[in-house]
């Protein structure tokens, strides 16, 4: 939080010293380049990459091309039209892969253990599977004001945003589901070109407040381990559901939105993820070897992890310019 206020600062002091003298109206060199009002669609394809980086174990990384639509709703706030509001509303989605690695389960003698044997893993080897459902809804709610000159506009801005994600990793619809509550800090700065037309330039740094991580287990069907030289053939099921919370990271977004007519653009995207460990939460799965069953508490966490998503959008604007 204390990175956003102080981006808030410094952008507020820029934009009042270099615009404290504008007067109410854009300046007519600017008409054009302040924030347009009504509505926008926009369509996207995109290449989404996430990785989490696991040292000397096999990295994960759920990897593939998305598509998504998008609506923004901009209105004037006040009489005076520089100041707006503004709504956007994303959705993206439809498949990934997922490369990284699978451990065994396995069974060791254990005194404490009701049927005499506790459960471990085995060593990690590379595993790969795709067509896994992967998609997010990403919401936000921002106010900023428009500071106007007679050759460019600056238009700094802030929220709050809300992002959902689903990922079906096992084949299982909804696996693991992630929600972030965040703060988003940026400006926008727009320029005419040497042609006329407008080249908007847009970065933003994003706070995460709180994320929140579940891994539905419930959902994975159970098995039968054979026996091997040293352990008896075992079955193993019943998973428990595992909760996280995150409670650091951010996001950092950037944007050129280049307008071909009144009511078309084109927008190359990027935006990158950086999210930290959460603490470690527990849950249990139960399993039979020799007909006794016995449930085993198992420590899990959502370990470092990033995302970058690389795209391009083609809008549609309606309504008021």
């Known amino acids: 939080m204390a990175k956003s206020l102080v981006l808030a600062s410094v952008i507020a002091l820029i934009s009042s010293a270099a615009y404290a003298q504008a007067p109410a109206a ?13 509505h926008e669609l926009n369509l996207s394809v995109q290449h989404y990459d996430y990785t989490e980086p696991l040292g000397e174990q096999i990295d994960v990384k759920i990897h593939g091309p998305k ?21 956007n ?9 997922y490369d ?14 009701p049927n005499g044997y506790r459960l471990t893993l085995g060593s990690a080897s ?12 990403d919401g936000r709610a921002l106010a900023g004001k428009d500071f106007s000159g007679a050759r460019r506009a600056i238009a700094p801005f802030a929220g709050v945003g809300v992002r959902h994600l689903s990922n079906g990793t096992t084949g299982n619809f909804n696996y693991r589901t ?47 381990v054979p026996a091997t030289s040293t352990a008896p053939a075992f079955s193993i099921g019943d998973f428990t559901d595992t909760s996280f919370k995150q409670h650091k990271g951010w996001a950092l977004r950037a944007n050129a939105s280049y307008q071909l007519n009144r009511s078309w653009s084109l927008e190359p995207y990027y935006v990158r993820w950086r999210v930290s460990d959460s603490p470690v939460s ?33 809008g549609w604007h309606f309504a008021k310019r």
């Open 282 to 314: 527990e849950g249990s799965v139960a399993y039979t070897v020799n007909n006794i069953t016995a449930r085993q508490t198992l420590g899990y966490y959502e370990p470092l992890n990033f995302t970058n998503e690389f795209g391009v959008k083609i």
């Open 67 to 87: 598509f998504g639509g998008e609506y923004t709703g901009t209105f004037a706030l006040g009489q005076r039209g520089r100041w707006f509001g503004q709504f």
């Open 100 to 113: 990284g690695s699978c451990r065994p389960w396995q069974i060791v003698p254990s005194t404490t253990s």
């Open 126 to 137: 590379p595993c790969s599977e795709s067509g896994d459902a992967d998609w997010y809804v």
């Open 178 to 224: 992630q929600e972030y509550l965040y703060v988003p800090v940026g400006m926008t700065i727009r320029a005419r070109t040497t042609s006329g037309r407008v080249l908007g330039v847009t970065i933003e740094y994003d706070h995460l407040l709180r994320g929140w991580n579940t891994t539905r287990g419930s959902l994975l069907r159970g098995g039968t």
């Open 89 to 97: 509303v994303r959705a993206t989605g439809v498949t990934a892969s």
């Open 26 to 38: 854009p300046a007519a060199g600017a008409a054009g380049l302040t924030t347009r009002m009504g």
